[in-house]
């Protein structure tokens, strides 16, 4: 069973500053990486996907991965008030199709 | 309709009840799941289907009984629940399963918010 760890928050960040999310996983042999947004009472929305090492970026958007220390981050730049929402690290094995999630991260962006 | 849809939204129901939750993918996708997700907690997978065969039973109990009749179409049997059953159930759907990559991304649809009296 693959673990993923995420801090639960709440991250208080001001409107227009980074927020910094960190996720680890436990199973080294894991391949694709996800970083959905989960709004209240909505349902969760897939913002980020990266499979190698290095940073992808998305608009206002970086994930970055360490796969020797088994880590996976998501960086928001300029946050706005509507990046306020709970972020889910979701992580999938080479030979396992199944996604193990953490139990995300809730995020509030103070204007 | 454009992705995934699931119905009902809301659910309430009593524990001699028998309901379905219906999910409906638009996405021309092989692969769709059942998750729960329950305040506080990660999502757990409780049903993947492959091509409308299971592949997955993630040690769900009976009374939930998932049916899949065509590649687009998965439906949730709920029957004699438990007050601890209520949750947010969400289905999502892949292009493929397995093998990493872009192919295995899923998308959910908005959830059916159940509840048990």
């Known amino acids: 069973q693959k673990e993923v760890e995420q801090n639960s928050g709440p991250l208080s960040v001001p409107e227009g500053a980074i927020a910094s999310l960190n996720c680890t996983y436990s199973d080294r042999g894991s391949q694709s990486f996800f970083w959905y947004r989960q709004y209240s009472g909505k349902s969760p929305e897939l913002i980020m996907s990266?499979?190698?090492?290095g940073d992808k970026e998305d608009g206002r958007f970086t994930a970055q991965l360490n796969k020797a220390s088994q880590y996976v981050s998501l960086l928001i730049r300029d946050s706005q008030p509507s990046d306020s929402a709970t972020y889910l690290c979701?992580?999938?094995?080479?030979?396992?199709?199944?996604?193990?999630f953490g139990a995300g991260t809730t995020v509030t962006v103070r204007a | 309709e454009t992705g995934v849809t699931q119905t009902p939204r809301h659910l309430v129901m009593g524990m001699t009840n028998k309901k379905s939750l219906k999910c409906e993918q638009h996405?021309?996708?092989?692969?769709m799941y059942w998750y729960k997700q329950s305040a506080k907690k990660p999502l757990e997978l409780m049903f993947v289907?492959?091509?409308?065969?299971?592949?997955e039973n993630n040690s769900v109990p009976s009374r939930f009984s998932p049916e899949c009749p065509n590649s687009s179409h998965l439906f949730l049997h709920l029957h004699t629940l438990q007050p601890e059953d209520s949750a947010l159930y969400l289905c999502?759907?892949?292009?493929?399963?397995?093998?990493?990559?872009?192919?295995?991304?899923?998308?959910f649809g908005p959830g059916t918010r159940l509840t048990v009296l």
């Open positions: 979701a992580v999938e094995g080479p030979y396992d199709y199944k996604l193990s």
């Open positions: 996405l021309g996708h092989n692969a």
């Open positions: 999502a759907s892949s292009q493929d399963l397995g093998g990493g990559g872009s192919t295995d991304t899923q998308y």
């Open positions: 990266i499979y190698s090492n």
């Open positions: 289907y492959s091509l409308e065969e299971r592949v």
